[in-house]
């Protein structure tokens, strides 16, 4: 994907971990002091050595404790007899700091990777059914998943103009050919959608088929956008000789862009339906808690200014994040991200992981909501809706020790941001200090407990990445770092350009 306006153009990596650090970080110091420099590895050319492997099954069948490890996981679900059920039990659905309105339903993104849409129309609607005294409501989030399939597929198509210069087999053209219209998203990229399009009761623009099973049509919408950007490229190399100077080949470009998207809008049509525009009005009838039948007529963008602007302040609420790859108290973006082009960058102000705990019980105390992105396939189970980083014990099982840093997990694409939620609750200690959150998901009411996770502190402390607050929670650091700052941009493919 790629981020349409920047203030600063030149990439930057992210810190090199330093070698003496982590050395003494893993204890690798005894290691070395231990290696034996004299003795030849058994091959000379690297390769496995037959004498090697049994030598290592010779030791290895000795320990009793592989043995029995060996009869039990050879037959077992690794996921089943690691999981630590007594982790479940002292990890209860109770919180004593919570909003003070639940929404409903539960939503369910099925089939898709729509999360972030989801986590922000679930944010967003608490204010909505607060106010209007809806007992169930959801807002749209298939009118959303189109727009943004349709400003992802021309954000393609410009990132390919753009770059026409570069070689096919270049990194950078590689990486963004990959995934050109996946369902993944940042919060950011919410808001440029919201601005745009604004957002519609789910009753106006329901569910399709291909909404909540998007696969099939992920694949046919990559498949003819690639060969779009071969068109582009072949139609650039036959203007590049011509007499036309560069702002009319540009334009040129653009006008067959304009053609093929077309077919975009076609593919999009046939399997999610034609959507309202944004500025076409429509009626929505409800009924509030005590069966009064009431309407509204407006736009989907007016809607979305009537209902939310004035409860929950979307479009000034920004990410915080902890990435301890790279310096705190400064303000990063990621390269060639985003969905709508000229629309807002995705940016993200980088703190320690304790203030993104504050900025959580803040917003819970005021009776926010708190959309975040996290990591959610480590050490967590679906059905419990537990996320503990001791669910599963696979060092005692495996007689090894996972010793990897949360940055050093990033460095080595071991971990990213995958997925988006709500935190509903929190609860404090006698000290004020987190120990459990309350987390909407949305995969339905059978995941967790009626749809809800318990996710621990120590979970919190490893695998969330983000959290998005409201300007008026927060803190005037963050919103120097903000407002003052040019941005660090990180490269296309770092872990932060991870589209939960």
């Not at 091959?43 to 030791?59: F, I, P, Y």
């Not at 694949?219 to 779009?228: D, N, P, S, V």
């Not at 790859?325 to 629309?343: A, E, F, M, P, S």
């Amino acid at each position: 994907m790629g981020a349409s306006s920047s203030k600063v153009e030149n990439v930057i990596k992210p810190k090199e971990p330093n070698a003496d650090k982590l050395v003494s970080q893993h204890g690798l110091t005894d290691v070395f002091d231990r290696l034996d420099l004299n003795r030849r590895a058994p091959t000379s050319n690297g390769a496995l050595a037959l004498d090697s492997l049994k030598d290592w099954e010779e030791e290895v069948s000795k320990d009793p404790k592989i043995s029995l490890a060996r009869t039990i996981f050879q037959q077992t679900p690794l996921a089943t007899a690691l999981k630590n059920d007594i982790n479940i039990i002292k990890a209860p659905h109770v919180f004593n700091t919570t909003v003070p309105f639940t929404t409903a339903p539960i939503t369910s993104q099925n089939s898709s990777g729509r999360c972030w849409i989801f986590a922000t129309t679930n944010v967003l609607r608490h204010a909505i059914q607060k106010k209007l005294d809806i007992e169930s409501f959801q807002l749209s989030q298939s009118y959303l998943f189109f727009y943004d399939k349709l400003e992802k597929a021309n954000y393609y198509l410009e990132l390919s103009i753009e770059n026409t210069h570069l070689p096919l087999n270049d990194r950078l053209v590689e990486h963004l050919a990959t995934n050109p219209v996946n369902d993944g998203g940042q919060y950011d990229m919410s808001i440029n959608l919201l601005t745009t399009y604004g957002v519609i009761p789910g009753d106006i623009f329901p569910e399709s088929h291909s909404s909540g099973n998007s696969g099939p049509l992920n694949k046919i919408l990559t498949t003819r956008l690639r060969e779009h950007a071969l068109i582009l490229r072949r139609l650039h190399k036959s203007l590049v000789t011509s007499s036309f100077d560069q702002e009319t080949r540009k334009h040129i470009l653009r006008s067959k862009k304009e053609e093929l998207m077309k077919e975009v809008w076609q593919i999009l049509t046939i399997t999610l339906r034609a959507p309202p525009s944004p500025d076409q009005e429509f009626t929505w009838e409800y009924l509030d808690k005590s069966g009064n039948a009431k309407s509204w007529t407006g736009t989907p963008k007016e809607f979305f200014r009537e209902f939310t602007s004035k409860t929950y302040p979307a479009l000034e609420a920004f990410s915080l994040i902890n990435d301890p790859r790279n310096d705190y108290g400064k303000l990063y973006t990621v390269d060639k991200l985003g969905n709508i082009w000229g629309g807002r960058p995705v940016l993200y102000v980088n703190t320690e992981i304790e203030r993104l705990k504050a900025a959580v019980v803040k917003g819970i105390k005021a009776g926010q909501p708190i959309f975040f992105g996290c990591d959610v396939g480590k050490s967590s189970d679906k059905e419990s809706g537990l996320m503990d980083t001791n669910l599963y014990d696979y060092e005692n099982a495996f007689n090894i020790s996972l010793t990897l840093t949360k940055a050093e997990r990033l460095q080595v694409k071991e971990s990213a941001m995958t997925h988006a939620m709500v935190i509903t609750a929190v609860h404090l200690d006698s000290a004020g200090k987190p120990v459990r959150y309350k987390v909407e998901n949305s995969w339905g009411e059978t995941a967790g407990k009626n749809g809800y996770f318990v996710m621990s502190d120590s979970w919190f402390e490893e695998y969330v990445y983000q959290v998005v607050i409201p300007r008026q929670l927060a803190d005037r650091d963050h919103l120097n770092v903000l407002d003052k700052s040019d941005p660090v941009v990180l490269p296309a493919w770092d872990p932060m350009g991870a589209l939960a």
